[in-house]
């Protein structure tokens, strides 16, 4: 995630950042460049946050019984649907994370 100082309009990356007090989100992100504090967004991680646990509870979870059951019963197309689906979950995941 990245950030843009009000200051100075530099950006610069999380990592970037500089931290006094990482429980305070009034000290936790400083421009590395002018020095200046900003309060840090939750929101992203939230919304990061929902999206994993719908995708691992909701999706992946079932997918899994579906794999499951295809090994059981041989049946290859609950295999091949639980496969698919953890794969385009995966991937969605990915590209949140990424984002």
Excluded at 20 to 40: A, I, M, N, T, Y
Excluded at 66 to 83: E, K, M, N, P, Q
Aim: glycine share 8%.
């Amino acid at each position: 995630m990245s950030y843009k100082c009000l200051r100075c309009q530099k950006s610069f990356t999380a990592r970037q950042a500089l931290c006094e007090d990482w429980r305070d989100p009034e000290k936790s992100v400083g421009c590395p460049h002018c020095g200046l504090f900003q309060k840090q967004d939750l929101r992203p991680n939230l919304q990061q946050s929902i999206l994993i646990g719908v995708m691992s509870g909701g999706i992946a979870t079932p997918a899994v019984f579906l794999i499951g059951r295809g090994f059981s019963s041989a049946d290859t197309l609950l295999l091949f649907y639980g496969v698919v689906i953890l794969i385009s979950c995966a991937a969605a995941l990915m590209l949140s994370v990424r984002n």
